[in-house]
Every structure is written in structure tokens, then in C-alpha cells.
């Protein structure tokens, strides 16, 4: 069977999960523009857009699934960017939701600032900073964000540690990983969000394809 084409397959992903007519279009066009991209600056190990499909879009669109009230975030953040994903995917689901996207590392933010713009994304802000720098050198962004997504950062215990600061009351913290996850880190990722004053929430599992293994978004939130 001839494997169904690009569009198609985020066309299937994006009614599965809620997204906006226009979402597709918007995503495939950021997918494209970071493998333009990738030439010049390293933001992906994918070199083929099957492959960019699959590891940035397809595995980042789930979040919506994360996201469970009645209201679209205001605020979202992506913590630790590095090639726009899964913060392109949180812009393109809600798009009245102002998305902000960084990196400490200033080349690749900016390359990916310009990815988004090329696809078309107005709702999206871009800052280099480390992230654990954000809210002492801005402190208007302390609590500011309802979703706050990361994907390959870290260990969930201090990565949920840095995220805590920029988590709205009410807000989501959503990390990305792979269903076997070890036990000690997951125990010790609860156990620093109960120090912060964040809940386990459900998680969210999911596969991008039949031949990829299955992955897990692990949910805490600030109660309001």
C-alpha cells in the first residue's frame, strides 16, 4: 500500500486532534522551511520531509490533547525550542494563543523565527535566553504562560524545575517522552512538581506510525 502523502497525513492528525482548517497548510510550510533551513543552520537530524513529518509535526501535534479546558490558552511557551517544534504546532492549534519560543542559543532561535514567519505564523514571539534566566532578567514572565510545553530538554525532575516559574495558576506543563520511561525518573519528576505546588495529571499516550514506538506527554499543572 502506497503510504498516503504528507498533507494527507497531517490532514488525518489534524482532525483527530482539533486543529483549524488552515493548520495544515501552515505546518507543512514550517516543515518545509526548517528543512530549507537546515542547510544553512543544524535544527533537525531529519533530512527528508517523510522523516520531519514524522519526527517534528506529527509528534508535537498530541499536545492538543494535553490541553483539556474549555478555553484556548492565552499563553503558551516553548521551553528549549530548537527547531520550532512542539511550539509551532501549540501556535498553529489555537491560534488566538500568543506563543513564545526559546532557546539559549540565539542563531538557531532566530533561524526558527524566520521558519515561522515563512509559514505564516503571526501569534508567535521569539526570545534567546536560557530559559532558567527568563523570569530574573524579565519578571513579568513569572506565572505568565497557561501552557508550557518541553521536548527534548532533559530529565523530567529538573526540567519541570525550570519550567515551575513561567506555569500560569491553572496552567499546563507538558513534556514529551518515550512510553518507557524510566520509573526513577518519573518518580522524581513527581516528586519535585508536588515541591513546587504542581498536579500529576492524566497522560496522554500516542504513536506518530505503526513503526515508531509509542510515546507519552506527562501532564502537570499549577492549580488555579
Not at 486543529?19 to 543552520?41: F, G, I, K, Q, S
Not at 513564545?100 to 533561524?111: C, G, I, Q, Y
Not at 507519552?216 to 492549580?223: A, K, N, Q, T
Request: aromatic share 4%; net charge positive; with cysteine.
Amino acid at each position: 500500500m502506497t503510504p498516503p502523502e504528507p498533507a494527507a497525513r497531517l490532514a488525518d492528525a489534524a482532525a483527530r486532534f482539533g486543529y483549524p482548517a488552515e493548520a495544515v497548510t501552515r505546518l507543512l510550510a514550517m516543515v518545509e522551511a526548517v528543512l530549507e533551513t537546515n542547510e544553512d543552520v543544524n535544527l533537525t537530524a531529519a533530512k527528508s520531509l517523510d522523516a520531519a513529518l514524522e519526527i517534528l509535526v506529527l509528534d508535537a501535534m498530541p499536545v492538543a490533547a494535553a490541553w483539556t479546558a474549555a478555553r484556548p490558552p492565552r499563553r503558551a511557551l516553548d521551553l528549549g525550542t530548537g527547531n520550532g517544534f512542539p511550539g509551532a504546532a501549540v501556535a498553529a492549534r489555537w491560534p488566538t494563543c500568543r506563543t513564545t519560543f526559546v532557546d539559549r542559543r540565539a542563531k538557531k532561535v532566530n533561524a526558527v523565527g524566520r521558519c515561522l514567519a515563512r509559514a505564516g505564523f503571526a501569534n508567535v514571539e521569539i526570545v534567546a535566553c536560557d530559559g532558567r534566566e527568563l523570569v530574573p532578567h524579565q519578571p513579568s514572565r513569572a506565572r505568565a504562560f497557561d501552557l508550557v510545553t518541553v521536548r527534548a530538554v532533559g530529565d523530567l525532575a529538573p526540567t519541570t524545575k525550570e519550567a515551575a516559574p513561567l506555569l500560569a495558576p491553572g496552567g499546563r506543563l507538558v513534556h514529551w517522552k518515550s512510553a518507557d520511561v524510566a520509573a526513577a525518573e518519573v518518580a522524581a519528576g513527581d516528586a519535585t512538581a508536588r515541591s513546587l505546588g504542581l498536579a500529576r495529571r492524566a497522560d496522554v499516550p500516542f504513536q506518530v506510525a505503526p513503526d515508531r514506538p509509542p510515546r507519552v506527554l506527562v501532564v502537570y499543572e499549577r492549580p488555579a
